[in-house]
């Protein structure tokens, strides 16, 4: 039977990220102990499942635990240890086929929907392949030179944080596949969703012009930058995240039956598949329940609403003669006042189409495809969620989904715009 374990939350002090890249010099330890927390804490969450559990695909959005593993390994044979190691041999040249997920300049890579037809290699192959290939960065960093090192943990860095957004992914993907299991399975049964702190009214924010976007030497990811003015209108952003309860207000006025309030590819999406309330959530003999990674469990009305896609949230903003932020508002408003619930719970929708910053430039190679061929038809989403790796949250990280996905633990904040 396989292992349980409690998932990471924003709520455990982070071990993770390592000194930045600018210092001088490069603290070796320090880098492959970052290294070995991540990869490990990948491991971990991997423990819950059998080989059969890592295997599923249920959906062409989602990806097996398995994929999942063994593609944040062949991340680091590939922009890593291929580049700066001579003589290096990857671990399985067949590899870089199955488990390259959209980096075309990396070569040809097998199409995403089939992921889990690739039974071999097993769970137990990918897991040597990435004792092997850990073994192969620490030492890289052990003895690589001095002068080498600042351009190999600028790789590195990237890497951990690419392997974070699995981790999240693998929570994500994985309550999608036990949802479709007639049983429920629960991933952990003592996983509970965070409360957040009690909070009323909302952070009032003048009109004005505010820088937004990445500063510092922290990490980031490079559609956070550049750093850039932004006119913000005298607006309120609630302080409170919207809850399930006042989600089942909007149920019970007919909030999904309602054309008016919603947006034609919305109101469309909601017909065909059936939308009558968030994903995941069931109702039996009138009462609603909803798949958690504990299983079914009844709907709390005192939590944050999740599993809700921007068109839904978009349509009950409407539905509650409100808005939802701008992603600077959001961003503004966390800086210079905080917001309740803004880590660590939901992500949530903004009403900023997902686009370049001005000025921004991708990295140079196969790594600028990370993440600005990807710039239309999505909506960013700010904080992050309960799946979310500690160490992983700032106030400018940039998450994107289009506007029907609702798989991910997605929820809502609500403005206003105040008037002149």
Known sequence: ?????????????????????????????????????????????????????????????????????????????????????????????????????????????????????????????????????????????????????????????????????????????????????????????????????AAEGSVRLERGIRRVGHEGDGFSFDNESPRHEALIPSVSVDRALVTNGDWLEFMQDGGYGRADLWLSDGFVAAQAEGWEAPGYWRRRDGVWSSMTLAGMQPVD?????????????DAYARWAGRDLPTEAEWETAEREAGLDGAFGHVWQWTRSAYGAYPGYRPLPGALGEYNGKFMVSQFVLRGSSVATPAGHSRATYRNFFYPHQRWQFTGVRLSQVQSA
């Open 1 to 197: 039977m396989a292992a349980t374990a409690t998932v990471t939350t924003q709520t455990r002090a982070p071990a993770f990220p390592p000194p930045p890249v600018s210092a001088r010099p490069v603290d070796r330890e320090a880098w492959i102990a970052a290294f070995r927390h991540v990869r490990d804490e990948t491991e971990r969450r991997a423990a819950p499942l059998s080989p059969e559990d890592q295997q599923i695909q249920s959906m062409a959005d989602a990806s097996p635990t398995k994929w999942h593993r063994a593609h944040t390994t062949w991340f680091f044979e590939q922009f890593l240890l291929g580049p700066h190691v001579p003589g290096y041999r990857p671990f399985d040249e067949r590899f870089a086929y199955l488990f390259n997920s959209y980096y075309v300049q990396a070569g040809p890579r097998a199409p995403r929907i089939s992921r889990g037809l690739v039974t071999r290699p097993t769970c137990d192959e990918v897991a040597a392949f990435r004792a092997h290939v850990d073994a192969a960065v620490c030492r890289l960093i052990g003895t690589a030179p001095e002068a080498a090192l600042p351009d190999l943990v600028a790789v590195v860095e990237i890497g951990l944080h690419h392997e974070q957004q699995h981790q999240e992914l693998m929570l994500t993907d994985i309550l999608h596949a036990f949802a479709q299991n007639p049983l429920a399975p629960a991933y952990d049964p003592a996983w509970r969703f965070p409360v957040p702190a």
């Open 301 to 313: 009305p005192t939590l944050p609403v999740t599993h809700v896609s921007y068109y839904e949230a």
